[in-house]
């Protein structure tokens, strides 16, 4: 199957700091990729669609400028949460597209573990 | 109404029994469906696509109800390995979206 990499796999970080998480598709081109985040017990939760080459689409309730999202090539997205603090701790997933169609789905990065202190 | 609808479990099943979830969504128009599958502390890992026909894949079968608008997941002999979260997962109508997950249900196959 299609692998997406993550970078870093985990932070550990002071409040107030930015952290910057790379998201990127090995071996296939993904126009589109797509943030989560995941609070313990929780489901995913879809934070942000990332189009390469145009601004990113946020789900309700995201603040745009909190997170902010690059995606300069295809294939490679960057998530940086800006001033970090302690209620933004949780398990960051990417995923990117890949298939056409009915056979369309998404394959996902290991995630990033943010620990905001 | 939740989008997507699990029961959560946990399920306790034998090694080698065969065990069974449903899960239901709310979006009639909803375009395309997964069972994905994730470890304690891992990211979804896609388990298999359904289709509208059913498919199986080795021990596994997954069944779309269009009409009563739920999907089931059935493993057979399972294993030891099997035990997971199994997180039922919709593609919303317009392809556009990111996918929509269930909480998933907690598998525990015991020995």
């Known amino acids: 199957g299609a692998v997406v990499s993550q970078h870093p796999s985990w932070v550990i970080c002071k409040s107030g700091t930015s952290v910057k998480i790379e998201c990127r598709s090995l071996?296939?081109?993904?126009?589109?990729m797509f943030w989560y985040r995941q609070f313990p017990k929780q489901s995913l939760m879809l934070m942000a669609t990332s189009n390469e080459g145009s601004k990113a689409t946020y789900e309700q309730g995201v603040e745009k400028d909190k997170f902010l999202i690059n995606h300069a090539s295809l294939t490679l997205s960057t998530l940086t949460v800006t001033s970090a603090h302690p209620e933004d701790s949780s398990f960051y997933i990417c995923?990117?597209?890949?298939?056409?169609?009915?056979?369309?789905?998404?394959?996902f990065g290991p995630g990033t573990r943010l620990l905001v202190l | 109404r939740k989008e997507v609808e699990q029961d959560p479990g946990p399920f306790n099943v034998p090694e080698g029994a065969t065990v069974a979830f449903n899960c239901t969504y709310s979006?009639?128009?909803?375009?395309?469906f997964f069972w994905y599958r994730q470890d304690c502390r891992k990211e979804p890992k896609l388990l298999m696509s359904?289709?509208?026909s059913g498919n199986e894949d080795g021990r596994f079968t997954a069944q779309l109800n269009r009409a009563s608008q739920y999907i089931s997941l059935l493993i057979r002999d399972s294993k030891l390995s099997d035990s997971a979260t199994y997180l039922c997962v919709v593609n919303p109508p317009g392809g556009a979206d990111g996918l929509t997950f269930g909480k998933g249900t907690h598998l525990i196959i015991q020995p």
């Open positions: 359904v289709y509208s």
């Open positions: 995923s990117a597209r890949a298939g056409r169609g009915a056979r369309e789905t998404q394959y």
């Open positions: 071996d296939f081109q993904a126009t589109t």
């Open positions: 979006n009639s128009a909803s375009q395309s």
